[in-house]
């Protein structure tokens, strides 16, 4: 089919009816996505900028501000998580380092615990989780 040059693709107004309907579905599904409670534990960690990493292999732990523990994404109690850490020191050829993701509202007491928890284990090194500060927010 050849196309004629009186002919034209598209030869109407714009209509913007079906641009607008578009658009409050995508408001409709953002609010709500906004209002959909997200599964997990809400865990706000503090801001921090120039620490160090570790090097080896590390393992996490979570400890929220009411001071539950949480390891491989699920609530354990202070005796499961020492043997779960034991087994896991055991397995690893290397030395493991702890993470620990507090929450900022944590206990420092609660914090000192899961520390020596996790020396008991065979884990000698533990960091504290940080987020990074925001590149606006730098000096």
Avoid: H, W
Avoid at 38 to 58: D, F, I, M, Q
Avoid at 60 to 87: H, K
């Amino acid at each position: 089919m050849s196309l004629r040059p009186q002919d034209k693709l598209f030869g109407g107004r714009l209509d913007a009816a079906p641009f607008a309907s578009v658009f409050f579905c995508l408001v409709i599904f953002l609010l709500l996505g906004q209002l959909l409670n997200t599964p997990g534990v809400r865990v706000r960690l503090p801001t921090a900028a120039g620490l160090p990493g570790a090097g080896g292999p590390t393992i996490a732990v979570a400890l929220d501000a009411a001071g539950r523990l949480y390891f491989e994404n699920q609530i354990i109690t202070a005796v499961e998580l020492r043997a779960r850490l034991a087994s896991a020191v055991k397995q690893s050829p290397a030395p493991l380092t702890l993470v620990v993701q507090a929450d900022q509202a944590a206990d420092y007491g609660a914090l000192v615990n899961l520390t020596l928890l996790a020396r008991e284990a065979g884990i000698q090194d533990a960091l504290l989780a940080t987020l990074p500060r925001s590149a606006a927010a730098r000096p």
